[in-house]
């Protein structure tokens, strides 16, 4: 029950500081999206080691439907500055009940979640502030080279140095595998998952992909 405690109480304490910080405008626009989006995501890939995957389940399905009641009635005001359509937040939650779904890993989960957080993250805020001579569109929704690559590298060190930690989950061969090849693939996943779809899209190739790595 404690631990189940510090998991709630740990993502409400993000969301809090995160509106703190915005009063005190040391946040704005896509910043205060992006802090909540990475610091949320990357405490969520330390949970199998709290809680148990049920409890994970649990917890996913509370976040969504507090989502969708923020919509409505914002407490956390996320997409308050956000100028393009996106059911990101909505994607954020699915993803983590979908990935306690489809794996018992705790590694699995964590590079998934991280790759939904960091990866994902910063390459947004990468793009925004050194992408905007180097863009391009895809679906109506604009993109940046510097922000896909971005996302390419951290995918590279997440997966590189994520499986370092596997245990003999991924033999060597399959783990140069996944290093060389799933980061370019996630990228483009990334690029044309669009509405946010991203968040769902990309932590579930990651799943899939380590999965089958696994059982190969």
Known sequence: MLEVLICLVGV?????????????????AEYRRKFAHIAVGAFVASWPWLIGWRTIQLISVLML?????????????????????SYGDYFFAIAILACSI????????????????????????????????????????????????????????????????????IVYGDYVVLVIVLPPILTVFENISVYGLDNLVVPIAVILALGIAQSG
């Open 65 to 85: 439907v507090v989502v969708v009641f923020n919509q409505y009635n914002p407490i956390f005001k996320f997409n308050k500055s956000l100028n393009r359509r």
């Open 12 to 28: 409400f304490t993000l969301l809090v500081i995160d509106e703190i910080l915005v009063h005190a405008k040391i946040l704005k």
């Open 102 to 169: 489809l794996t018992t890993s705790n590694l699995f989960f964590a590079l998934a979640i991280l790759h939904l957080s960091l990866a994902d993250g910063l390459a947004a805020l990468v793009g925004k502030n050194f992408g905007r001579k180097w863009k391009y569109k895809i679906f109506n929704q604009t993109k940046t080279v510097v922000g896909s690559m971005t996302f390419w590298i951290v995918s590279l060190l997440i997966l590189g140095i994520g499986l370092l930690f596997g245990n003999g989950l």
